[in-house]
């Protein structure tokens, strides 16, 4: 075989495999080496030799052409399944590798099928996992959906690596901005922190060093169409677009918007904030079931004391504690929602049939681990919730 032909061979084998032309050379060499321990026992010493240029491929003991009479016939069905094993694993790798460049990037997907409580997804070049703690309960996912999808990490599921991909994460939301909105992916304004309730609502802080950018209107868009598009792909969940200010009281003050405040008083050194809001402006400021004040809260990274201006009593938020307004239900203690934990590990325990404290409380941590999308973290929060409970 002329180089010409023999490179454009494997140059055609590398380009439809997605991997190096030196990888299919490496693995053709393994390949001849696998058949001569099969007829010949181990070739100790031997290295095999391709010319580049006229494909001839020999068996060398230094420097001596130690190849056996009818090696060629006798390996090419042996190299043929070693070399496929070994191009699809290069071929995986190659994908992996891939992905695990664009992790925390947005990606587009469509549900191929569900697994117990996951979802396989087919982002393109490979089928991904979305993970029951990835995904977003007030989500109706249906075979052969279309959604934008976070990539997440890349990590072993029922012995294999795959990539996780997720619906559930508050980067999911900032990657959605960056292909929305021009002046984010170019960075002429930036995402300072984003809080986020899972399928509900989310505010999301923006800032500019440039002259003459609005970081607000460039995050809405004209008449609220780029904003409008981020809702739409995350199914109606709100987003609250907030000016980040590097003054922490004017940054809380613009985090519990809607709502007016008369004033603040912060401390830093513990991270908390006394805040007084008009009498008729508490409720608002609260939010429903707390999640106004929870999620500035959360964006701000300050525990947040709300009063109204009549009212010397605080109502406080912060990122482990859940305010109610008064039109909130009460919670059943014996629920597992009683204990604040994060939307993934309750998720999780609610589609294993766990809604109780009594249906956990006897599970020792190794129990708790085997429940499907209840990993290490999860386990240490129940466990620390159940203590504090």
């Known amino acids: ?168 994460s508050e980067e999911l939301v900032r990657g959605l901005f960056e292909m929305e909105v021009p002046e984010v992916a170019s960075n002429a304004v930036e995402i300072k922190s984003i809080s986020r309730e899972v399928g509900q609502r989310s505010k999301v802080a923006v800032y500019t060093t440039q002259e003459g950018v609005d970081p607000i209107g460039s995050a809405v868009g004209q ?61 608002l400021a609260i939010g429903k079931e707390g999640q106004n004040v929870r999620l500035a809260a959360k964006l701000t990274g300050y525990r947040i004391d709300l009063r109204s201006e009549n009212d010397p009593a605080p109502s406080k938020a912060g990122k482990t504690e859940e305010v109610e307004s008064e039109e909130s239900a009460p919670v059943d203690e014996n629920s597992i929602v009683s204990l604040g934990l994060s939307t993934r590990t309750e998720n999780a325990l609610l589609a294993a049939g766990k809604e109780t404290l009594d249906s956990i409380q006897s599970l020792s941590e190794e129990e708790l681990a085997e429940i499907d999308g209840i990993g290490p973290k999860s386990v240490e929060e129940i466990v620390e919730a159940l203590q504090h409970a």
């Open 1 to 168: 075989m002329i180089r010409s032909e023999f490179m454009a061979a494997i140059n055609a084998v590398a380009s439809d495999r997605g991997i190096e032309p030196e990888q299919v050379i490496e693995t053709l060499e393994h390949a001849l080496l696998a058949a001569y321990r099969k007829d010949y026992g181990e070739p100790e010493d031997i290295v095999v030799d391709i010319n580049r240029e006229d494909g001839e491929i020999k068996l060398m003991r230094e420097g001596e052409d130690v190849t056996p009479a009818g090696f060629g016939r006798i390996a090419a069905q042996t190299a043929k399944q070693v070399i496929l094993q070994r191009v699809r694993e290069a071929e995986k790798d190659a994908i992996l590798s891939d992905y695990r460049d664009k992790i925390d990037s947005v990606v587009s997907g469509m549900l191929q099928r569900r697994e117990g409580h996951h979802w396989m997804v087919d982002i393109g070049r490979t089928i991904a996992l979305m993970p029951i703690e990835e995904q977003v309960a007030s989500e109706d996912y249906h075979q052969n959906m279309r959604l934008k999808f976070l990539v997440r990490d890349i990590r072993p599921f029922r012995g294999r690596e795959m990539v996780i991909v997720s619906r559930s």
């Open 223 to 283: 008449r609220g169409v780029r904003v409008q598009a981020i809702t739409d792909e995350l199914m109606g969940e709100k987003i609250d677009i907030i000016l980040w200010h590097p003054d922490i009281e004017k940054f809380i003050v613009a985090a519990l918007s809607p709502a007016k405040v008369l004033g603040i008083k912060v401390d830093q050194k513990n991270m908390e904030a006394q805040v007084v809001v008009p009498e008729d402006q508490l409720s």
